[in-house]
């Protein structure tokens, strides 16, 4: 035994000894930190991610072997979630393992819409402090009571963005909402999302040295019209980079519903009705989003300036019957005379789920809206498509092999409206209208096989769903199951490093989105969007600087897409401004050397008219793709689905019903300037946002544009020769309504097309240059 004096000799070699071996395990830091904006501290590790924190979270980090980790639930130690070294997916499954019942339901919600700051009334409206924010003094990147609500106490971590004051105002709001959640629970960041945004203000004007709140770009049918994928993953690669500067990590887009029924009103959102076509730009559109290469790739592709795309509509929302859409209880069945459900999927299953680029797949898919109709073939359900097991567990996850998130459309677990035309009065529930709870429909729709509820901030019925689960199946069944969800939902916030650092420098911020960059490539694509369809002796192009004459539009009184009413106009449909930048102007079409009419496609209406059904009527009527009065002779009778709670009936015919385009105006316009110019050319510019009824006026016209939500100045430069049209139909223009009446609503390239006064068929594929039809490597790769 040795004496305590001989302890006190090793004493400091053993002290020694420990000091060695430490300084030999790298115990020194090997990370820097520095401020950042809005509170921040930004480290950087020198083997590994840059981390971004918030002071005021109250997060503390830990070292280990040198480098830097967020101690993300405050437990002193670091969980392999908290370790940016591993997968997403060893990450996802240990912290799913980790979340209570209450965060997974939580995390399977999707909020409904949110502008920055709130509106102060109608709908999405909120409050700051119990006021408006008008009336609240608070900064526009402040949280609402709402947004403060259901981030804490219901654990969303899934926010729908819509309206931003401005790219400053909306990253310092994304650093407020990621410093809130940071300190709440086990740390998850907030996947914000928005709908497209990069739509062009047709009104605002383009030079070479421009910025703006966002970059411009065709709208989907322009994109398509291009036929160049290459173009349409150029935007997306830009349009991920100004989303994450917006603090946006889920887009959600594409559109990649087939248009195959040309009076369906969301047909503008798509990429045309050709199957490979609409797979080549969704494959394109996914992999410029999710795609992050060089420095900001984190792995497998994915990265700092991926954005998630949730596709939609699975398994396609073209196909409504009579065209009538599937917001409203009118529009909920899809059809399929032609037995053709595998052509809706073609946009899916060979474009968004077979990526050239390393992420793989489309992060996420959304369901639509409707029912489709007799398409079940094990279970037979005639249910809403989130509602359909077979849909979503058999035929998406199990022929397909779909790994991602299943995420449905927006308020599709709320009771029906009792009004069959507003759809803000309740929810979507098809299938699920009478004799079911909120609760059992969020059952339901868990069962089929979907992570996720579009438009819920509510937890309360999603931990309904799980003791029911219990209940049937067992606790463990069911813990199972939403840990499935759970996983799948954080190995989306986990590849696009939020968990690292989901904080924005709103200075930053403000240099990236719209820089003159982005914004001159975005104008670019809009001139090759825009059709030619004729050129009668080839007026155009234009000499700059002759005189032009452009007559006023008038717009009657109507409402929008949610009820709201718009007032009758009489206003120059073009930003004259710009036209008088290329050319003279006057009132008098005598003096006049030719005419710009610009005209909208027909507004044919929504299917359905309350005066109808309250006439004693079935309230279905035609929707109509021309101009003046169409009596439906050719209407199919009876209709293939129908049926809903609120009517008596199935049979939805509208045979032998008349109606007539709300924007008929627009023909009288065109007839009234053809006389008012005698001889001289008139040359027609139309916003086209389906196919349309080219008969009525096409002799009309000595020239014809199609454009498709683009610039008035992408006009502009066509006209006058500065650009050259290049851009292809991406969907036939049909003879009459009779061929569109007798086509079938799931087949493409079904319709006798228009063959005009000059012998050019307007089919898919056509389109003009200055010197005639285009005829090239796109037209002979995209053959019908």
């Known amino acids: 035994m040795k004496s305590k004096s001989s302890l006190k000799v090793y004493i400091p070699i053993i002290l020694m000894i420990i000091i060695i071996s430490t300084s030999c395990l790298n115990i020194k830091p090997k990370w820097t930190e520095k401020d950042g904006p809005d509170n921040m501290r930004i480290i950087a590790n020198q083997e590994g991610q840059t981390i971004g924190y918030s002071t005021e979270s109250g997060l503390q980090i830990l070292t280990v072997k040198g480098l830097a980790f967020k101690d993300l639930n405050r437990n002193g130690k670091l969980d392999p979630y908290e370790d940016w070294r591993l997968s997403a997916d060893e ?64 654990n969303v971590r899934h926010v729908l ?24 629970g086990l740390g998850i960041p907030s996947n914000n999302s928005s709908d497209p945004r990069h739509n062009a203000i047709a009104s605002t004007e383009y030079n070479a040295g421009s910025g703006g709140d966002i970059s411009m770009w065709p709208g989907s049918l322009g994109l398509a019209a291009t036929f160049d994928p290459a173009l349409v993953r150029e935007f997306g690669r830009i349009a991920s980079i100004e989303y994450r500067a917006l603090g946006i990590a889920t887009a959600l887009s594409p559109q990649i519903d087939l248009g195959t029924e040309p009076r369906w009103s969301r047909i503008n959102g798509t990429f045309g009705e050709d199957p490979q076509l609409s797979a080549d730009m969704a494959r394109a559109y996914v992999d410029g989003f999710q795609t992050s290469t060089g420095a900001e790739e984190i792995s497998g592709g994915w990265g700092y300036k991926s954005v998630n795309a949730m596709v939609k509509h699975w398994p396609g ?35 968004a789920f077979k990526l050239e680029g390393g992420t793989g797949m489309a992060s996420a898919v959304m369901p639509y809206y409707t029912i489709s109709w ?145 914004m001159a490539t975005g104008y670019a694509v809009q001139l090759k969007s825009i059709v030619m369809l004729k050129n009668r002796n080839k007026v155009l192009p234009l000499k700059k600087d002759i005189t032009v004459y452009v007559p006023k539009k008038y717009t009657p009184a109507g409402t929008d897409w949610f009820g709201v009413p718009i007032p009758e106009s009489l206003d120059y449909p073009v930003n004259m401004e710009i036209v008088k930048k290329f050319f003279k102007v006057t009132d008098n079409p005598d003096k006049a050397d030719c005419a710009l009419v610009f005209i909208e496609s027909p507004d044919g209406g929504t299917g359905y008219d309350r005066k109808d059904a309250e006439g004693g009527g079935n309230g279905y009527v035609p929707i109509t793709l021309q101009y003046g009065q169409y009596t439906a002779s050719f209407a199919r009778d009876p209709s293939i689905a129908g049926g809903d709670p609120l009517e008596s ?95 079938k609503e799931d087949m493409p390239h079904d319709m006798e097309c228009y063959t005009d006064s000059e012998g050019n068929l307007y089919d898919f594929g056509f389109g003009m240059d200055f010197n005639g039809a285009i005829k090239d490597a796109r037209t002979e790769r995209y053959k019908k």
């Open 317 to 351: 929302g073209g196909p409504e019957e009579g065209g009538r859409d599937g917001h409203f209880a009118y529009g909920k069945f899809a059809v399929y005379p032609g037995n053709n459900l595998d052509d809706q999927l073609v946009p899916f299953v060979i474009g």
């Open 649 to 743: 009936f199935t049979n939805r015919t509208y045979r032998n019903k008349t109606v007539i385009s709300h924007n008929n105006y627009d023909l009288k316009m065109v007839i009234e300037t053809r006389k008012k110019m005698k001889n001289k050319p008139v040359i027609v510019i139309i916003n086209l946002s389906k196919p349309m009824i080219f008969e009525e006026f096409e002799r009309d016209a000595n020239a014809i544009l199609g454009r498709f939500d683009v610039q008035d100045q992408v006009i502009m430069d066509i006209l006058v020769g500065a650009a050259v049209p290049s851009g292809l139909l991406p969907m036939q223009m049909p003879a009459n309504m009779k061929t569109v009446e007798e086509q």
């Open 161 to 184: 963005i819509t309206s931003v004051l401005n790219p400053t105002v909306a990253a310092r709001w994304n650093n407020k909402v990621q410093a809130l959640v940071e300190g709440t």
């Open 91 to 154: 990450r996802a499954k240990d912290l799913a393992g980790k979340m209570t019942i209450e965060q997974i339901a939580g995390l399977m919600l999707y909020s409904a819409h949110q502008s920055i700051p709130a509106r102060s009334g109608g709908y999405f409206s909120s409050t700051y402090n119990g006021k408006s924010f008008e009336e609240s003094g608070a900064d526009p990147s402040d949280l609402t009571d709402n947004q403060k609500d259901f981030l804490v106490k219901d």
């Open 374 to 518: 007799n398409q079940d073939t094990i279970n037979r359900e005639n249910v809403g498509n989130a509602y359909c097991k077979y849909l979503i567990d058999d035929l998406l996850r199990g022929r397909y092999g779909y790994e991602g998130v299943v995420c449905t459309d927006w308020g599709i677990t709320n009771d029906e409206s009792p009004d069959i035309t507003n759809m803000m009065l309740g929810g979507r529930c098809w299938g699920f209208e009478k004799g079911y709870t909120v609760g059992q429909r969020h059952y339901k729709i868990i069962m089929a096989g979907v992570d996720q509820f579009g438009g819920n901030n509510d937890a309360g019925p999603v931990i309904e769903a799980y003791n029911m689960g219990v209940a049937e199946h067992g606790e463990a069944f069911m813990r199972s199951r939403f840990e499935q969800s759970a996983v799948r939902l954080l190995k989306n916030i986990f590849r696009t490093g939020l968990f690292e650092n989901p904080y924005l420098d709103p200075v930053k911020s403000d240099s990236i989105v719209g820089n003159p960059e982005y």
